[in-house]
């Protein structure tokens, strides 16, 4: 049964109160710890950091307060009060923010953003970042207001989770306990067969040309279709072809008319290039690049394009069959790393399928591509393509980094792997090898370098700027946001000591001319536990707006902007 919020001022909100059904929520924790432990429960009372209307104080009749709750995450010994890393306390929030500062006029849409925001079934703590189910969470803007929500998506795998309060998908580093050993069997037939492999699709969120918005992860099955105004899921996203597999790309790439996507093939070790037309659900393959290197296709967890060509990146991280069969986590999970196999990068035309290039390059690490565009002489003639994306140095422990607890015992020290802006060139005149160098000195971003976004009018096409998660050191996790002018080289960050934002999302203002012409938007989780929608002016980087939300919220990924009408 819902409740209304008791409100003082303007952020109002409705809470579900059947929160996390089979789950042993941080309420129903906070409860029976308070029996056993005598730990007092008390109202959350939130001053408001507005100015203008002047601050509210807002209570809720449900939550306890944050720092009662740190005890919660078992055998963690957490220095830090941050949001980001615990599971989301309520199953569905939504009310209306107030705003500090001024939010433009012309910002009329809805602001989505994915993550893995629950890390707990019952006693049982997660362990890595990405295992956790996924978490919803809306900004909507219009006149000048913010209305915000959160709210959990209904998969398979959580729903069965919640039923019976225990792990029941193979998710990405959690693997169900079998009960006995006949379940054991039956649970290899099924990881075969794919049914055992998760549909939580805690990863990204893209609105479909034809307007419909599908949230994904790296199963093919794990694509859920919302509703963008409810969060409402609405149910699985079916691919109406014949491709099959179990795997893709987690970030396809998103056009009014297209939907390009990578399917490795485990078996034959390769990629298969498909393009869905918005308004269908059918994928047809337009080609197939075959590996030149190691046992498996490299993991392609998300890869560029420009205008008439698809970048297909062969990573010597690659999939590993055996490690999906194990049932406890390896140092790579899902993956291994081959230096021996070394790196490629294959160009294919989007219009026949036709490799134009195949290049060695450098070895490299890289989760998130940037944009590419075509590189032109003086007589219009592409003679390159440029690929850019955030470079982990070619190396592997970034992965291990986002283990939770990592995460949550920052005690001070510089632990977060060195990263740069990777910037790939790919000749077209047959030259058999291609160079990966550092777009700009990775001083300039804190040598941290993750979770971008670029004005999505520069797709495929040669762009200047990217946004993107950088650092000030020391700290184990992207704790500032960058702007990257690519032609100047110089970068302009945002830091609040001790928060950590997420993904700075780009949404351009419309009818501008200027590639930055618009508003940056990211959620930070403060050094309080509390948390914030902030928004930044995407030319001068400066802060225009933020509105605080009721609780701190978990880290998220990958957003998307829905525009009104
Ligand atoms: C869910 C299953 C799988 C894989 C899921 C994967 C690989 C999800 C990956 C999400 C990623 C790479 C997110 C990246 C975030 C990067 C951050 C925050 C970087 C910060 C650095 O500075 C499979 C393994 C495919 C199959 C089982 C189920
Ligand atoms: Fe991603």
Sequence with gaps: MASIVSITGTISGVVNEQYFGGFENDEKKLARLSKNKSIGRQGLTITNVATRPPPPSVTTSTPAHHDQLEGLVKAENLPTKLAAWRSIRRERWEGELVIEGEIPMWLKGTYLRNGPGMWHVGDYNFRHLFDGYATLVRLYFEDGRLIAGHRQIESEAYKAARKNNKICYREFSEVPKPDNFLSYVGEL??????????????????????????CLTETIKGSIQINPDTLETIGRFEYSDKWGGLIHSAHPIVTSTDFWTLLPDLIRPGYMVARMAAGTNERKVVGRVDCRGGPAPGWVHSFPVTDHYVIVPEMPLRYCAQNLLKAEPTPLYKFEWHPESKAFMHVMCKASGKIVASVEIPLYVTFHFINAYEEKDEDGRVRAVIADCCEHNADTTILDKLRLQNLRSFAGQDVLPDARVGRFRIPLDGTPHGTLEAALDPDEHGRGMDMCSINPAYLGK????????????????????????????????????????????????????????????????DKNGEGYALMLDGSTFEEIARAKFPYGLPYGLHGCWVPKD
């Design 189 to 214: 037939a099924n990881l075969f067969s794919g049914a055992s492999l998760t549909d939580n699709a805690n990863t990204g969120v893209i609105m479909l040309g034809d307007g419909r918005v599908v």
């Design 462 to 525: 040669q762009y200047r700027y990217a946004y993107a998660c950088g650092a000030q050191r020391p700290c184990n996790f992207p704790n500032t946001l960058t702007k990257i002018d690519l032609v100047k080289k110089k970068a302009k960050n945002w830091c609040d000591p001790g928060a950590i934002p997420s993904e700075p999302f780009f949404v351009a203002r419309p009818g501008a001319t200027e590639e930055d012409d618009g508003v940056v938007i990211s959620m930070i989780s």
